[in-house]
């Protein structure tokens, strides 16, 4: 009692870190049981006063909290932890191995776990109830929480918390199981937590859950190896009873570097798919993972236990349309597997009911062991409102649910329902009495409802006095079931509900009713008399005696008894009495009394007598037959023919069996149907009787008959493809016929039936036909036999289409803007009838970009009127496809808006423009399809024009009012109303800019225009603006007006090049007034002029020339680029010395119109050089160079003198002069030698190229030296 002010904080914080190390060691939800466990793991003994010898005791429990202790202990210790939450049922165990290293360490094993809540006058709490054991190297077991010797005699059964501790463990391997006691409430979760100079190298196998399903249950493989820490991934082998070859299950460690290891299975009970990591296993297999342990080196095995899953077939109640109040019970009955545990839950919301049902045969479940699991359930004061059914059914820990189709029904505000209703049989059947109690004070009367279903409807048969108990129900059909429920109706609470459900069954309880039909009293009978009767539907047995009755009171005479005729059935009338006396009958004679008694299914009896009988016993002659035909496919027969009037006819077959009887007709004539057994070679034989049935007289010969029922054996064949309009032949010869006589055994007629859209018959063992209609069509055989047995063989083929459909469009064409229209493809035609539901139609809209749709019909809005094409593409079953191209026109019904021309002022002779263009339309055509036209009335007379835009000059000044009337294409139009305000003109004209704005080095064929200040009237003016040479010869040109106010000239032909040329506009050229120009304007131009160098530097900079300069030529154009090669360049523009020769140059194209001469040595200094460009180089236009370009420049010479006081490199030029001298003689001399021998080579070697020789023995050299070097 001390001391916990600090301790209950202390320890709270341990756990929650605890709990933290946990979670970031990948326990993502570790349970309290774990943190637990761990806590008390890592508890140290306390010393000091009151402290115990060792841990746990009541004194310092198990030790003062450490938390090193519990997750991260000194070495050699070391902790180890297992959070089972699968946990364990009664009778189940969890396995687990370790290894000691040391006995340095004690060994301490805790298991916790957190108990089911116990009932509060329970006298121990423990509710779920979990066994430590711990199985040491030699042998030794101990117990949890047995801390005295020989620590394995006493079980702990009142504590959620076991533990072990060993001081001074032995090493080697530990076995540590945890198993399940006595587990009542659901399955046990625990945790395990294991302290001490440990390792796990021994691999643990376990397999989650320990029941399997065979339909697809999902289990768990885990795997606890520390050998295989950091490994990722270990692989076991999964077998089963029936699947030893097994599933190789690859598992992974979770989390990375735990070595624990999980992997998923799944259980089948058919062929597995290895790839979806199956296992095949039957009801009762054993499961196994088996792994292959490396250290210590061993085979660790876990296991399960695979079951087929209950299965539920129905969960029901007796009361489920009843209501019912506290007092109730209510049957529950669940129909399901035999032989396992069934459980009901009756639950409201929160509220629930638990029911043990029973298949013991004592709980009105049947017979025990049958799979029927029922009990009864009180309905008591607290439940009210609907409450739902739901069923369980438990095999070990697979468990299958299932929910009543009707819930039960209580109402404690409603009178009770009525109780005990009962049906009871109304002897004489078609009706039912049905008896009930009732509670209710306050009844004011019952309905009684009715069914001939169990599950109804109901429908209302009565409404009955508050004072009845008791009801019958009549018009019923005897032999049908019928349920029955009763409500009643309280004046204070209202409706009861429906009562519980009742049957019956309506029976008849009293004797069949017997008519005569054959004979009656006062008939004379014969030998062979049929006796029938019509009797009851109830009746079971008729027995049949006869007396000598002479004073025929219906009772024997003297010395005369009843002498039995037979007993016989309903079914065996009419019988046939042989009243010979020879055969038991009284013989020929009068006055005989029939007794015939009849008996119902329930032994009720009724009697009748046949009084004042007489019996005549002599026969008439044999019957004579028309022709019976010889072969028939029928086993009924029908024969005609004649025999003594009013009696009878026999047919029976040769050897006595009979075949049928029938009445001869007051003529004589009779006929007689008869059915023969089956399909044979039949010999017939007729006999006849009189009125009385005395004979036979039979025919003299039989009449032979064969019946052939077996039909004949179509055959033919067909291929499975075929194209339209192909011919067939279809060929049945091979069909065949079998008969019992084989004289009959021919097929007689064949029969084709083609389904071609419309079917189509031909007929022959051979046919031939082409089908019209493409898609899945069949013929049909129908063969006939001599018999006229028909047989068919119907084959299925596919008609390919070999052509394509034919589109056809209904519907408007013309429709209005904003309006729905439909368009339809239903009149298309193809060889295919089905054309409308399997083929394909296509149709594409124009709309601004193309609209698609599919479909047989269309449905689509234009907004813009206008003429749209379109195409309706239509594809069918074959791919063969046609396109159909039509135009769909949109009505305008919009109309335009008008508007004026912005500019409403003008001059008298001017041209004023009417412009319409700002007017709008929603038709996209407006301008081109649409109209305006202009009223108004100019100086008296009434002038109407028709445009867009439309010029017009006015005669009259002043405020002109127009009329500007626009129409589109459709008819629509809109009226605007405005005014020109024209003044008088007074102003002249003149020219006032031109184009182009430079006038030299213009093209050959320039277009030169002049813009006026006003609009000019150029009919009849414009040919006198003319071009001018410069000899004032006129050029011939074409003229073109820009604008109103400007006019074009253009050459017809090229001009000539450096030349000067003008254009002239007389002073007398007039405007729309007739205003001429102020005076003559003329405008000079100039034509481009031939190519030429411009300049060349450094020539043309006044620089000395030293000789080692890049000379730049500048043109006044840009070259021909297309046309200059470097070849072209290198002959047409060159460097020529003072003698005339080539100088070795390098010419390029620096910018289109500049060229670069770059000799490739130094020019002589004093040296004079002329520099040639011909005159074949041209422009990009073609023009080329008047004449070749020459120009003369010198190199310039040092100046005398100065050279004598040059040092090169601190040295006297003179010294290097003497040095050079010196050099120079070894080179002339050196020279000579060389040139000797070159000269030498020269006389025997070829000239291969410029410069380039070639030894006879194939070397190769180049020698240049000019005369002057020689």
């Excluded at 210790?77 to 396995?95: C, F, N, P, Q, W």
């Excluded at 990375?256 to 062929?271: A, K, L």
């Excluded at 929160?350 to 699991?373: E, R």
């Excluded at 409450?387 to 009707?406: F, H, K, Q």
Aim: with cysteine; hydrophobic share 35%.
């Amino acid at each position: 009692t001390q001391g916990t002010s600090m301790a209950t904080p202390l320890a709270a914080g341990v756990g929650t870190l605890i709990r933290e190390y946990l979670r970031e060691s990948g326990v993502q939800n570790p349970s309290a049981a774990l943190i637990k466990a761990l806590m008390l793991v890592g508890g140290r003994e306390m010393t000091g006063s009151g402290a115990s010898a060792t841990i746990p005791n009541n004194s310092e429990g198990w030790g003062r909290v450490n938390i090193t202790e519990s997750i991260s202990p000194a070495p050699p210790k070391t902790v180890l932890y297992r959070d089972v939450k699968d946990g364990l049922d009664t009778g189940e165990t969890y396995v687990k191995e370790i290894y000691v290293h040391s006995s340095s360490a004690p060994l301490k094993i805790v298991v916790a776990w957190t108990d089911y809540p116990a009932s509060l006058s329970s006298s121990v709490k423990l509710v779920n109830d979990l066994d430590l054991e711990v199985r040491g190297p030699g042998g030794e077991v101990y117990y949890g929480n047995d801390f005295t010797s020989p620590y394995n005699d006493t079980r702990d059964r009142r504590n959620n918390v076991e533990g072990v501790i060993i001081n001074r463990p032995a090493t080697g391997t530990y076995v540590v199981t945890v198993k399940g006691y006595n587990v009542p409430q659901s399955t046990q979760p625990f945790a395990l937590a294991i302290s001490g100079a440990i390792s796990t190298p021994i691999g643990v196998v376990i397999i989650n859950p320990r029941f399997i399903s065979t339909e697809g249950g999902v289990a768990t493989v885990n795997l606890d190896d520390s050998n295989l820490t950091g490994a990722g991934s270990a692989t076991v082998t999964v077998t089963s009873t029936s699947d030893e070859t097994g599933l190789m299950l690859t598992l992974t460690e979770t989390p990375s570097g735990s070595g624990h290891f999980e992997g998923v299975f799944v259980v089948v009970n058919r062929t597995p798919n290895r790839a979806l990591n199956e296992v095949m296993a039957a009801d009762g297999d054993v499961v196994t993972a088996t792994y292959t342990d490396s250290f210590p080196p061993g085979v660790r095995r876990g296991t399960a236990l695979a079951l087929d899953p209950p299965e539920i077939v129905s969960i029901e109640h007796d009361a489920p349309f009843s209501v019912l109040t506290a007092g109730d019970r209510v049957k529950i009955t669940l129909r399901g597997s035999r032989g396992t545990s069934a459980t009901a839950r009756v639950f409201r919301g929160m509220q629930i009911f638990n029911v043990t049902l029973f298949d013991d045969g004592a709980h009105g479940d049947g017979l025990p062991l049958d799979g029927v699991y029922s009990n009864e359930l009180q309905i008591t004061s607290v439940m009210n409102g609907t409450y739902i059914l739901e069923g369980t059914l438990n095999r070990y820990l697979l468990s299958v649910n299932a929910t009543a189709p009707y819930p039960i029904i209580i109402n404690q505000s409603a009178p009770r329902a009525p109780y005990n209703l009962r049906v009871e049989v109304d002897t004489r059947g078609e009706a039912l009495n049905l008896t009930w109690d009732a509670d209710s004070e306050y009844i004011e009367y019952f309905v009684l409802y009715r069914s001939e279903e169990l599950y109804g409807p109901y429908s209302p048969v009565a409404n009955i006095s508050k004072h009845a108990r008791y009801y019958k129900d009549t018009g019923l059909e005897n032999g049908r079931t019928y349920y029955y429920a009763l409500a009643l109706f309280d004046t204070f609470r209202g409706w009861s509900g429906f009562s519980r459900i009742v049957s019956g069954v309506p029976r008849d309880l009293t004797g069949p009713i017997i008519e005569p039909i054959y004979p009656r009293e006062g008939y004379t009978i014969g030998s062979l008399t049929p006796i029938n009767l019509s009797l009851s539907a109830d009746t079971a047995l008729i027995n049949l005696k006869y007396t000598r009755d002479g004073d025929r009171d219906g009772l024997p005479d003297e010395n005369e008894s009843w002498h039995e005729i037979g007993n016989l059935t309903p079914g065996e009338l009419p019988y046939i009495w042989d009243t010979r006396e020879e055969a038991g009958g009284p013989g020929e004679g009068d006055n005989i009394t029939l007794l015939i008694q009849a008996w119902d299914f329930y032994n009720n009896s009724r009697g009748l007598k046949l009084v004042d009988l007489t019996v005549d016993n002599t026969p008439p002659g044999p019957p004579t037959l028309d022709d019976l035909p010889l072969i028939v496919n029928t086993t009924h027969l029908i024969a005609q023919g004649w025999a003594e009037p009013l009696g009878y006819v026999e047919a029976h077959l040769e050897g006595g069996e009979r075949l049928n009887t029938t009445q001869v007709g007051e003529l004589g004539i009779f006929i007689i149907e008869m059915d023969l057994p089956g399909e044979g070679v039949y010999s017939i034989r007729f006999s006849s009787y009189d009125r009385v049935w005395n004979g036979p007289a039979e025919e003299p010969s039989p009449h032979r008959v064969v019946v052939d029922l077996t039909p004949p054996q179509p055959l033919f064949t067909l291929p499975e493809v075929v194209s339209s309009g192909v011919l067939l032949t279809l060929d049945a010869s091979q069909s065949g016929d079998s008969s019992p006589s084989e004289e009959y055994a021919r097929v007689e007629n064949y029969t084709w039936i083609i389904d071609d859209e419309e079917p189509v018959t031909l007929y022959g063992a051979r046919a031939h036909y082409a089908f019209r209609y493409t898609g899945e069509r069949s013929v049909t055989l129908l063969v006939r036999d001599a018999a006229g047995n028909w047989a068919s063989l119907r084959r299925e083929v596919t008609v390919m289409d070999s052509s394509p459909p034919t589109p056809r469009i209904t519907g408007e064409l013309l429709v209005i803007e904003d309006k729905i229209f439909s368009l339809s493809a239903e009149d298309t035609i193809d060889d295919d009838p089905t054309i409308l539901t399997t083929g394909n139609f296509t149709w594409t809209l124009s709309d601004g970009g193309e609209v698609t749709f599919f479909g047989v019909e269309i449905s689509y809005i234009y907004y813009t009127p206008g003429v749209y094409p379109a195409t309706l593409k239509v594809t069918d079953s074959s791919g063969h496809y046609s396109v159909l191209h039509f135009n769909i026109t949109v009505k305008d019904v919009t109309p335009p808006v008008a508007r004026p021309p912005s500019k409403d002022t003008s001059l008298t002779n001017h041209p004023f423009l009417f412009d319409a263009t700002a007017s709008t339309d929603n038709d996209p055509t407006f301008y081109q399809t649409g109209n305006v036209t202009w009223s108004f009335e100019d100086g008296g007379e009434e002038v109407t024009l028709y445009g867009f835009q439309v010029v017009y000059h006015f005669k009259s000044f002043g405020a002109i009012q127009v009329t500007m009337t626009v129409k589109d294409a459709w008819g629509n139009y809109d009226v605007e109303v405005f005014q020109v305000l024209v003044a008088a003109d007074n102003r002249p004209p003149e020219v006032l800019s031109y184009l182009p704005q430079t006038l030299e080095e213009l093209p050959l064929r320039p277009t030169i225009t002049l813009f006026f200040s006003e609009d000019m009237p150029w009919e009849g003016q414009e040919e006198r603006v003319l071009m001018l040479d410069i000899r004032g010869g006129v050029v011939n040109v074409t003229r073109q007006h820009p604008s109103p106010d400007a006019i074009s000239l253009m050459p017809t032909e090229n001009l000539s090049l450096e030349s000067t040329y003008t254009v002239v506009v007389p002073g007398d050229i007039k405007d729309w007034a007739g205003f001429p120009m102020k005076r003559n304007y003329t405008l000079t131009f100039t034509t481009l002029s031939y190519l030429h160098v411009t300049r060349v530097t450094p020539l043309d900079l006044d620089e000395n020339i030293t000789g080692k300069e890049v000379f730049e030529i500048y043109f006044n154009r840009a070259l021909n680029s297309s046309s200059i090669s470097t070849a072209f360049l290198k002959e047409h523009v060159r460097l020529l010395d003072h003698k005339g020769r080539a100088v070795r140059c390098t010419v390029e194209v620096a910018e289109p119109h500049i060229l670069t001469l770059t000799p490739e040595k130094p020019l002589k200094a004093g040296e004079k050089y002329t520099l040639v460009v011909d005159g074949v180089l041209k422009d990009d236009m073609g023009i080329g160079m008047r004449e070749t370009y020459r120009r003369e420049f010198r190199v310039a010479a040092p100046q005398q003198g100065d050279w004598l006081h040059w040092e090169v490199a601190g040295i006297p030029a003179l010294v290097w002069l003497i040095i050079m001298v010196a050099i120079g003689v070894g080179a002339v001399i050196s020279a000579v030698i060389l040139l000797r021998k070159h000269r030498e080579e020269l006389n025997i070697a070829e000239e291969v190229g410029e410069g380039l020789y070639r030894t006879p023995k194939g070397e190769e050299f180049i020698f240049e030296l000019d005369e002057e070097e020689e």
